[in-house]
């Protein structure tokens, strides 16, 4: 009678949950196989093949490394777009981790209007899309507008010289002055590159336990050393998170050179010679991110460990 029972009861009730599981997800899965795995095949495919489009079809015929290596040696365009965006994401992305977790320590304060200003660095994130980036950044090729220049310039290099020399800082190296005008002509990009990474860094913060805080003020721990000892190990983590999340987001930036390379070569029905660009651009991103979070890994604290 227990065996009959068994098998009239059907499947087990973790079992009927996975099966729910698949279903809620069922919809996602067939439009990543549909939608992204299948072109993203496609385009390794095109990478390594020569593209003609003709009235009805797309003719492919394999040509080996052909693409890349034009792509590389004889693109006027494609390997100083790359090197430029890879040293500009290499400074930049440093600056927007600070600039986002010094935020965040400030926002996590007790302060009237905090919910005010919590909002205003979020702000970006709801309408950061290409065309209103541009206006406001005062792209004046797309867009044709001059407002958005004069905000987004309005640190200038001698107003960040005559800051430093009201602070009493001189005799700073010619590289120094080169980066520190860098981030001033690029400080609304920073910003506004900085909304995500804020929330996470104020979820981290506001994970950390409040037995946590009262020992430390029961020790007798200032700021700084509060900081370095308890804050900073709690967001570890979400710095690499975070470091993942502005790289990539970088990369994929509208004001991006290189994706604005990739387009403009697809536009002319180069798509081999397009999807080759993007597939090194793809495997740039790749092990930049790699090797920093390879090498990061082993100084992130855990608080379960």
Same mark, same amino acid.
């Given at each position: 009678?227990?065996?009959?029972?068994?098998?009239?009861?059907?499947?087990?009730?973790?079992?009927?949950?996975?099966?729910?599981?698949?279903?809620?997800?069922?919809?996602?899965?067939?439009?990543?196989?549909?939608?992204?795995?299948?072109?993203?095949?496609?385009?390794? =495919?095109?990478?390594? +093949?020569? =593209?003609?489009?003709?009235?009805?079809?797309?003719?492919?015929?394999?040509?080996?490394?052909?693409?890349?290596?034009?792509?590389?040696?004889?693109?006027?365009?494609?390997?100083?777009?790359?090197?430029?965006?890879?040293?500009?994401?290499?400074?930049?992305?440093?600056?927007?981790?600070?600039?986002?977790?010094?935020?965040?320590?400030?926002?996590?304060?007790?302060?009237?209007?905090?919910?005010?200003?919590?909002?205003?660095?979020?702000?970006?994130?709801?309408?950061?899309?290409?065309?209103?980036?541009?206006?406001?950044?005062?792209?004046?090729?797309?867009?044709?507008?001059?407002?958005?220049?004069?905000?987004?310039?309005?640190?200038?290099?001698?107003?960040?010289?005559?800051?430093?020399?009201?602070?009493?800082?001189?005799?700073?190296?010619?590289?120094?002055?080169?980066?520190? +005008?860098?981030?001033?002509?690029?400080?609304?990009?920073?910003?506004? +590159?900085?909304?995500?990474?804020?929330?996470?860094?104020?979820?981290?913060?506001?994970?950390?336990?409040?037995?946590?805080?009262?020992?430390?003020?029961?020790?007798?721990?200032?700021?700084?050393?509060?900081?370095?000892?308890?804050?900073?190990?709690?967001?570890?983590?979400?710095?690499?998170?975070?470091?993942?999340?502005?790289?990539?987001?970088?990369?994929?930036?509208?004001?991006?050179?290189?994706?604005?390379?990739?387009?403009?070569?697809?536009?002319?029905?180069?798509?081999?010679?397009? +999807?080759?660009?993007?597939?090194?651009?793809?495997?740039?991103?790749?092990?930049?991110?790699?090797?920093?979070?390879?090498?990061?890994?082993?100084?992130?604290?855990?608080?379960?460990?």
């Amino acid at each position: 009678m227990k065996k009959s029972e068994k098998k009239k009861t059907g499947l087990s009730y973790s079992k009927k949950k996975s099966l729910y599981g698949y279903g809620f997800i069922s919809l996602w899965l067939v439009g990543t196989i549909l939608f992204f795995l299948i072109p993203l095949f496609e385009s390794l =495919v095109y990478s390594f +093949s020569k =593209v003609t489009v003709e009235p009805g079809e797309v003719k492919k015929s394999l040509s080996g490394f052909g693409n890349y290596i034009y792509v590389l040696n004889e693109d006027p365009y494609y390997s100083e777009y790359l090197s430029d965006t890879l040293l500009e994401t290499l400074w930049k992305t440093p600056v927007i981790l600070i600039f986002s977790l010094f935020i965040a320590v400030l926002l996590n304060q007790k302060f009237k209007g905090r919910t005010l200003a919590r909002a205003v660095f979020f702000l970006p994130v709801i309408i950061a899309t290409g065309p209103v980036f541009r206006i406001i950044s005062g792209d004046m090729e797309r867009t044709g507008s001059t407002g958005g220049e004069n905000f987004s310039t309005m640190f200038s290099t001698n107003l960040i010289g005559e800051l430093m020399e009201f602070l009493g800082i001189y005799g700073l190296s010619d590289k120094m002055n080169v980066y520190i +005008s860098a981030i001033a002509d690029n400080i609304f990009g920073i910003v506004w +590159s900085s909304g995500i990474q804020i929330i996470l860094f104020l979820a981290a913060l506001q994970n950390i336990p409040s037995s946590v805080k009262e020992a430390a003020e029961i020790e007798g721990a200032t700021a700084w050393e509060y900081f370095w000892k308890i804050t900073f190990p709690y967001v570890s983590p979400f710095i690499l998170a975070n470091f993942v999340f502005t790289v990539i987001d970088s990369f994929m930036s509208p004001m991006n050179k290189v994706m604005g390379r990739i387009l403009d070569i697809k536009k002319e029905w180069m798509f081999g010679e397009a +999807s080759a660009m993007a597939w090194i651009y793809f495997a740039v991103v790749l092990a930049a991110v790699g090797t920093v979070a390879f090498a990061v890994r082993r100084h992130i604290f855990y608080e379960t460990e």
